[in-house]
């Protein structure tokens, strides 16, 4: 049964124990291999098309009570030769609790359905290099739990401008109707499905999640502290309390750039050989998973 709850958080909701920001969607998607689909009637498959496909959208399955902080997104393809400034895409938080065409026929409740929280951007203001774009949803107030989707609505993006995501590569998704979109009539279709673009494969789309007092860390007094940030090469990282903790740093195209065992409380990276810009640090131990977006002069 669907357990999604939305609601304005008082003050309090955010203080009373410590937040484990998660990138969910992160590491399945970095498992496969990013590829760039197009549609054979022109545009592409994740993107604007000659279908008039509405939206693009990647759902979530999330156990624990989480605060929706925000989204990241991988564009594969991104001109703007209208000139229009209206031209835009909107990026909408669904319920998953709508009917849909699965892999086997229709499916009730895994669908993304009602729009909880949106946000609109000029399709001016989209990365063309492949970078990482982050859209800031921590004024939504949204609780999250079990599944939600994140998608990217195109039916506002003038004529001549294109805008599509990357994907894994078929055969990465693990068949999990987890990447939905929904066609010209206003139908919801798992991309995986037949009448779809029959392909297995994830979206670029990540939701940047504050878990907010899960079971097993109801004891952790504060969070993670990361300096200096922005850095010109050493990194000092000091974890919330004693573990074994695995640390990784991901470039904005996705790319893995660092990966240390580490025990204890602390260490220090010494970033001095990656390029500058931004980089993203996740460090995970036993009972936690913490991100922090981190910039290299």
Not at 9 to 36: C, I, K, N, Y
Not at 177 to 199: I, K, M, N, P, R
Request: aromatic share 8%; hydrophobic share 40%; with cysteine.
């Amino acid at each position: 049964m669907l357990r999604l709850v939305f609601a304005l958080l008082m003050p309090f909701a955010l203080t009373a124990s410590a937040q484990v920001t998660d990138t969910l969607g992160w590491q399945r998607f970095h498992e496969g291999t990013p590829l760039l689909y197009t549609s054979p009637n022109g545009g592409y498959a994740f993107g604007n098309n000659g279908y008039g496909d509405q939206v693009k959208a990647q759902s979530f399955s999330h156990s624990e009570s989480s605060v929706l902080r925000g989204a990241l997104i991988r564009f594969g393809a991104v001109t703007t030769t209208s000139a229009n400034p209206q031209s835009k895409i909107r990026i909408s938080v669904y319920a998953n609790n709508g009917r849909g065409l699965g892999l086997f026929g229709y499916v009730d409740g895994l669908a993304p359905d009602s729009i909880l929280a949106v946000k609109d951007i000029p399709v001016s203001d989209l990365p063309i290099d492949g970078s990482l774009f982050e859209v800031d949803l921590s004024d939504s107030n949204l609780v999250l739990i079990d599944r939600f989707s994140i998608g990217i609505d195109l039916t506002m993006i003038a004529a001549g401008d294109t805008v599509a995501l990357l994907s894994t590569t078929d055969g990465d998704g693990g068949e999990r109707q987890e990447a939905w979109e929904q066609d010209a009539a206003g139908d919801w279709l798992t991309v995986v499905s037949a009448f779809s673009w029959g392909l297995d494969v994830d979206l670029a789309i990540f939701a940047l999640v504050d878990v907010n007092d899960p079971a097993g860390i109801e004891d952790l007094t504060t969070e993670m502290a990361v300096w200096p940030n922005p850095t010109d090469g050493p990194l000092s990282v000091h974890f919330p309390y004693t573990d074994q903790w695995i640390v990784t740093i991901h470039g904005v195209n996705g790319q893995l750039e660092m990966h240390q065992g580490i025990s204890g409380d602390r260490t220090t990276l010494d970033l001095s050989c990656l390029v500058p810009g931004l980089h993203l640090l996740r460090v995970q131990g036993r009972e936690s998973v913490m991100v922090r977006r981190i910039i290299v002069h």
